[in-house]
Nanobody, 123 residues
Framework: QVQVVESGGGLVQAGDSLRLSCAVS????????MGWFRQSPGREREFVATINWSGDTYLAGTVKDRFTISRDNAKNMVYLQMNSLKPEDTAVYSC?????????????????WGQGTQVPVSS
């Protein structure tokens, strides 16, 4: 059974940094791409960042100059480093394991999702 568990969320102020972590078990982690998505109240789920099995990354335009996604295949972990946070970054951030080794912006390409971790950013 695949498990995806996020951690590291919490209330921060605008301009702060925060690192989210995602622990994955139950699959061959090094063989799948991983992604981060976010959802705020009243809005649809939004793609944030993705990383493929070999470390190539792709980030949404709204965060690409402030966020970084990385992975540690030895620890089955993926991280989202968020810098210069803005109030509009406020959301529940979810980690997901893709169906393949190739990264994707599409939620349908992800098979296993975590419960999410809240990141409120105050102004």
């Amino acid at each position: 059974q695949v498990q995806v568990v996020e951690s590291g969320g919490g209330l921060v102020q605008a301009g702060d940094s925060l690192r989210l972590s995602c622990a994955v078990s139950g699959l061959t982690f090094s063989s799948v791409a991983m992604g981060w998505f976010r959802q705020s109240p009243g809005r649809e789920r939004e793609f944030v960042a993705t990383i493929n099995w070999s470390g190539d990354t792709y980030l949404a335009g709204t965060v690409k100059d402030r966020f970084t996604i990385s992975r540690d295949n030895a620890k089955n972990m993926v991280y989202l480093q968020m810098n210069s946070l803005k109030p509009e970054d406020t959301a529940v951030y979810s980690c997901a394991a893709a169906r393949s080794q190739y990264y994707s912006r599409r939620p349908d390409d992800y098979a296993s999702w975590g419960q999410g971790t809240q990141v409120p950013v105050s102004s």
